[in-house]
């Protein structure tokens, strides 16, 4: 895996990240890649680029981009998926808005985890669409809970799997109970599954379209393959009559909204070509993950455990420390930026943690969390 050149990062990796930092501080906070990507994609894109001319692409998506998602979740995620079914979009935050847009309206319930990443919560708000909070357990969704927070006006169970900022896996099992009871309830399940490359589990991801035919599902390639900047992405509705309902409301079958040609391209062929790449990121996340649990576990005051999916690691600080406050110092004490589990990033129930993300060099990692241990350590017992 080669580190991306460090002028390159500061220069261009926003988001609170390197762009956006003092020189010497490390930034552990958005979700992105500090590693190249597989090489296949400069070459595809490369290749298209000789002829100098960017024609329109199908609407909703180029045909061998859709076969491709499709194919993926077919052979890697134990899904059943139609490449009709399949729309390119961009960026999977836009997919989690399209179909928020389609499925709901203003005055609708929906049901989303207790703590999660914030998209999920935020492309509801903006529809005046009422969110009710589910706790992410580590053994799963607790049904009883769900009972309690479903209404006549709740419309969908949303869930987040592999889970941010938590990293569990729900399994086939989880996802059948859990399919089981939104077929009683009459309510679609929506599955972000953005974060389904990145699993460190013997089990192989499971999809939701496994165990359920009318589920919505919201993909893309920022996570497995590090193509946050090109903001691509896909959904994946229950049918090709969905789906192409879907492309008419949103503006894609009249040109209104669509992904770029050169970014499905990209995307294309880190699937297509770069798997073997993913494979090996994923192997070097998890060793980055595995050293940050161990030493923070060491830490008097630190806990986490390790996540089964994700590149990022939910810690937990004493419950009578201020997380904002901590953060902040360890900003400005210890030139390390981290997520705050603040209610605007993640819901109420991330308060007492802090989020870090780990795609990045073995090197970065020893620094980043030996700054926060060796900050947490003298500093600890006066907070
Ligand atoms: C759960 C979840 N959904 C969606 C997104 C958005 O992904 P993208 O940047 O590809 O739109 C993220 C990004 O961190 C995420 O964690």
Same mark, same amino acid.
């Given at each position: 895996m080669k580190a991306t050149d460090k002028n390159f990062l500061s220069e261009n990796a926003f988001n609170m990240r390197w762009a956006n930092v003092e020189e010497g501080h490390i930034p552990l906070?958005?979700?992105?890649?500090?590693i190249e990507v597989s090489s296949a994609v400069r070459e595809t894109v490369n290749a298209y680029l000789q002829f100098n001319s960017f024609p329109y692409g199908?609407?909703? /998506?180029m045909d061998a981009f859709k076969k491709t998602i499709a194919n993926h979740f077919n052979q890697r995620k134990n899904a059943v998926v139609n490449p009709e079914e399949v729309l390119a979009t961009n960026s999977a935050a836009k997919a989690i808005d399209d179909v928020y847009s389609f499925l709901l309206k203003e005055g609708d319930e929906i049901l989303i985890a207790?703590?999660?990443?914030f998209l999920l919560a935020e492309c509801a708000r903006r529809k005046n669409v009422i969110i009710k909070r589910y706790q992410q357990r580590s053994n799963g969704i607790d049904l009883a809970e769900l009972d309690r927070l479903v209404t006549s006006n709740t419309k969908a169970l949303v869930i987040c799997n592999?889970?941010?900022? &938590?990293g569990y896996v729900l399994s086939k099992k989880q996802l059948e109970t859990l399919s089981n009871w939104a077929n009683e309830k009459g309510l679609v399940i929506i599955s972000d599954?953005?974060?389904?490359?990145?699993v460190h589990t013997e089990e192989s991801f499971t999809s939701i379209r496994a165990v359920n035919s009318n589920a919505w599902i919201v993909y893309g390639l920022?996570?497995?393959?590090? &193509?946050? /900047? &090109?903001r691509i992405g896909a959904i994946i509705a229950p049918n090709e009559k969905q789906a192409a309902l879907l492309a008419d409301s949103q503006g894609y079958a009249r040109t209104i909204e669509g992904a770029s040609t050169l970014s499905q391209i990209a995307a294309t062929a880190a699937i297509e070509k770069g798997w073997g790449h993913t494979q090996e990121a994923v192997s070097l996340f998890k060793k980055n993950l595995e050293q940050a649990v161990s030493a923070f576990n060491k830490t008097d005051f630190l806990t986490c455990e390790m996540p089964q999916g994700t590149f990022v690691l939910t810690v937990r600080h004493p419950s009578t420390w201020n997380t904002e406050i901590l953060c902040e110092r360890m900003v400005n004490e210890a030139k390390i930026h981290v997520v705050p589990g603040l209610e605007k990033w993640f /819901?109420?129930?991330?308060?007492g943690s802090f989020r870090i993300s780990l795609a990045t060099t073995p090197d970065i990692t020893s620094e980043g969390v030996s700054r926060i241990c060796s900050w947490v350590n003298t500093y600890g017992s006066t907070l």
């Open positions: 906070t958005a979700a992105d890649w500090d199908n609407n909703s /998506g207790d703590p999660v990443d592999p889970h941010n900022p &938590l599954e953005v974060w389904s490359d990145i920022s996570k497995g393959f590090g &193509l946050a /900047g &090109l /819901g109420p129930g991330a308060i």
